[in-house]
């Protein structure tokens, strides 16, 4: 099957600071790439969908100054974490699908921890 | 009413068992449906879609009853490596805009 991969899988970093996480189809071409995040023992939550060439839309609630994305090509979308507090300490999982509707190929998320 | 409903669990059933879930929807336009599974601090991976027609593979069957806005799981046979959360996800917009629904999950454990 297809193959998502996410950078970092893990990242500690200080209040305050700024986490990028990459997230990367490997091997086919997906216009769209999504954007969740997980607290613990809860379920997934869409934060945003991030389309090639045009700005991401994201959810109710997600603040989109904060979190940052770019979709710079086919293959690539990033997520940013502006200023990050111990509140946004979560999984973050990408998500990619080869077809619109189609099966969504996960990435293996990254487990971000702000001290 | 959630868009996805599942009952959260945990079901706890001996090796061996059969057990089935089910998820309802509040979608009638939805599309798409599929179960995913979701291992301990793992991403998803998905482990089945769902049919209208149904669809089974090996200890593993979906149901979809689109009149009654759900979807179902059935797994025979358990084996303790099926101890994992099963998450319902629905594509409410069909196949021309793919913003998909994540049920919160059913916890699922084997016991010897």
């Known amino acids: 099957g297809a193959v998502v991969s996410q950078h970092p899988s893990r990242v500690i970093c200080k209040s305050g600071t700024s986490v990028k996480i990459e997230c990367r189809s490997l091997?086919?071409?997906?216009?769209?790439m999504f954007w969740y995040r997980q607290f613990p023992k809860q379920s997934l939550m869409l934060m945003a969908t991030?389309?090639?060439?045009?700005?991401?839309?994201?959810e109710q609630g997600v603040e989109k100054d904060k979190f940052l994305i770019n979709h710079a090509s086919l293959t690539l979308s990033t997520l940013t974490v502006t200023s990050a507090h111990p509140e946004d300490s979560s999984f973050y999982i990408c998500?990619?699908?080869?077809?619109?509707?189609?099966?969504?190929?996960f990435g293996p998320g990254t487990r971000l921890t702000v001290t | 009413r959630k868009e996805v409903e599942q009952d959260p669990g945990p079901f706890n059933v001996p090796e061996g068992a059969t057990v089935a879930f089910n998820c309802t929807y509040s979608?009638?336009?939805?599309?798409?449906f599929f179960w995913y599974r979701q291992d301990c601090r793992k991403e998803p991976k998905l482990l089945m879609s769902?049919?209208?027609s149904g669809n089974e593979d090996g200890r593993f069957t979906a149901q979809l009853n689109r009149a009654s806005q759900y979807i179902s799981l059935l797994i025979r046979d358990s084996k303790l490596s099926d101890s994992a959360t099963y998450l319902c996800?629905?594509?409410?917009?069909?196949?021309?805009?793919?913003?998909?629904?994540f049920g919160s999950g059913t916890r699922l454990s084997i016991r010897p």
């Open positions: 998500s990619a699908e080869s077809e619109p509707g189609g099966e969504q190929y």
């Open positions: 091997d086919f071409q997906a216009t769209t």
């Open positions: 991030s389309n090639e060439g045009s700005k991401a839309t994201y």
């Open positions: 979608n009638s336009a939805s599309q798409s």
């Open positions: 769902v049919y209208s």
């Open positions: 996800v629905v594509n409410p917009r069909g196949s021309s805009a793919s913003k998909i629904i």
